[in-house]
T-cell receptor, first 113, second 118 residues
Framework: QQQVKQSPQSLIVQKGGISIINCAYE??????FPWYQQFPGKGPALLIA?????SEKKEGRFTISFNKSAKQFSLHIMDSQPGDSATYFC????????????FGKGTTLSVSS | GAVVSQHPSRVICKSGTSVKIECRSL??????MFWYRQFPKQSLMLMAT?????????EQGVEKDKFLINHASLTLSTLTVTSAHPEDSSFYIC??????????????FGPGTRLTVL
């Protein structure tokens, strides 16, 4: 049973455009929703994260939108750049210490110049 | 963000040998560390949760006798792949969860270890 569903699987965006990646979760006990960026051959790097008590969080060009009633959250990358080309993973976990992240299947983003 | 290191970054071994991978939290203490496995173009699959001073908790389908995990200190966890076979070839990634001085859920990942079993 996949607890975090991520779409699209791949995305091509022109330089300067907006990249949007969506995730949906099933477990209402989840209360931490991070996004990770991964380049080939590297470990994932934490980009931005949100908790369910806010509907939006922005850090630079990256914004998370969170819809608790729909159990959905999304990552928006504004002014997408070729250097943003990577694989993006959404994840979710419970707040309790020792609980692992459950990852979505990932989205491969290509930003064309 | 906090820094997690892994060693080695890449290892090639013969079938039947054992390989040890180290995961260290460099500037913070981590009561809990996690081990993931990632196949090409796939997501991260949790293998086990490693708790300092106690036995690791393995996910369903992961052989605990094959993937030995030791978390002897608050900054070091090791994964030993015993009697490795070609199907164990994969990208192994650890993560550490900040237990003090930061948000309770934040996890930071190591750079990964590419294991190739010939």
């Amino acid at each position: 049973q996949q607890q975090v569903k991520q779409s699209p699987q791949s995305l091509i965006v022109q330089k300067g455009g907006i990249s949007i990646i969506n995730c949906a979760y099933e477990n209402t006990a989840f209360d931490y929703f991070p996004w990770y960026q991964q380049f080939p051959g590297k470990g994932p790097a934490l980009l931005i994260a949100i908790r369910p008590d806010v509907s939006e969080k922005k850090e630079g060009r990256f914004t998370i939108s969170f819809n608790k009633s729909a159990k959905q959250f999304s990552l928006h990358i504004m002014d997408s750049q070729p250097g943003d080309s990577a694989t993006y993973f959404c994840a979710a976990s419970k707040r309790q210490a020792g609980t692992a992240l459950i990852f979505g299947k990932g989205t491969t983003l290509s930003v064309s110049s | 963000g906090a820094v997690v290191s892994q060693h080695p970054s890449r290892v090639i071994c013969k079938s039947g040998t054992s390989v040890k991978i180290e995961c260290r939290s460099l500037d913070f203490q981590a009561t809990t560390m996690f081990w993931y496995r990632q196949f090409p173009k796939q997501s991260l699959m949790l293998m086990a949760t490693s708790n300092e001073g106690s036995k690791a908790t393995y996910e369903q389908g992961v052989e605990k006798d094959k993937f030995l995990i030791n978390h002897a200190s608050l900054t070091l966890s090791t994964l030993t792949v015993t009697s490795a076979h070609p199907e164990d070839s994969s990208f192994y990634i650890c993560s550490a969860r900040v237990t003090s001085g930061g948000p309770s859920n934040e996890q930071f990942f190591g750079p990964g270890t590419r294991l190739t079993v010939l």
